[in-house]
């Protein structure tokens, strides 16, 4: 088993920036592709960003794309999301996710999720 504690969130004016991480532990001695999801309320989970085991491989959802950044460090067993340039529709909770497979994360159907931070964006 793998659980992931996500902290970072807030709220935050439009324009302005945080950084989300997102801390595995459990059976960590595999690095695990992770991911990053949204869910606004009334709207459907929206895939942000991934990553793979080692970090070479990113992915962005096309309405974050050149303004979200994730990363992770290996030897702590977290994962980050950079947000600049905020908007209102940012908004949401932010869900991290790992598993095996990179795709299975990219597609939302990840084993592991934690239970989510809020992320505020005011206009």
């Known amino acids: 088993q793998v659980q992931l504690a996500e902290s970072g969130g807030g709220l935050v004016e439009a324009g302005g920036s945080l950084r989300l991480s997102c801390a595995a532990s459990?059976?960590?001695?595999?690095?695990?592709?992770m991911g990053w999801f949204r869910q606004a309320p009334g709207k459907e989970r929206e895939f942000v960003a991934g990553i793979n085991w080692s970090g070479g491989i990113t992915d962005y959802g096309d309405s974050v794309k050149g303004r979200f950044t994730i990363s992770r460090d290996g030897a702590k067993n977290t994962a980050y999301l950079r947000m600049n340039s905020l908007l209102p529709e940012d908004t949401g909770v932010y869900y991290c996710a790992a598993s095996v497979e990179y795709s299975a994360v990219v597609g939302g159907k990840a084993a592991y999720w934690g239970q989510g931070t809020q992320v505020t964006v005011s206009s």
């Open positions: 459990g059976r960590t001695f595999t690095p695990y592709p």
